[in-house]
């Protein structure tokens, strides 16, 4: 079964820090591009942080040297550890992959950053 489960979401005063995990199914991580995404409500889904197969990281401006993206080619995950959180990152956080079968999304995690 192709799936992409996200964990680790949670409530969190500004400041504070959360880790986020996706477990993939094998068939749709080895060789793809995982990604992290966020959707705040009323807001356009956009992309936070993203990682290739060989590790080449790229950020939004809004999070970068706040947040780091991570994989574990041997464990099937993606990590996404949220530094310094600001009320402006409270959002839906999606884990993707793309690869050649396509893009495959999970069903999301809800970050709440509290001032």
Known sequence: ???????????????????????????????????????APGKQRELVASI???????????VKGRFTISRDNAKNTVSLQMNSLEPEDTAVYYCKSSGYKGDYWGQGTQVTVSS
């Not at 060989?54 to 809004?62: E, I, K, L, Q």
Request: with cysteine; aromatic share 10%.
């Open 1 to 39: 079964q192709v799936q992409l489960v996200e964990s680790g979401g949670g409530l969190v005063q500004a400041g504070g820090s959360l880790r986020l995990s996706c477990a993939a199914s094998g068939s749709i991580f080895r060789g793809y591009l995982m990604g992290w995404y966020r959707q």
């Open 52 to 62: 290739t197969p060989n590790g080449r990281t790229n950020y939004a401006d809004s």
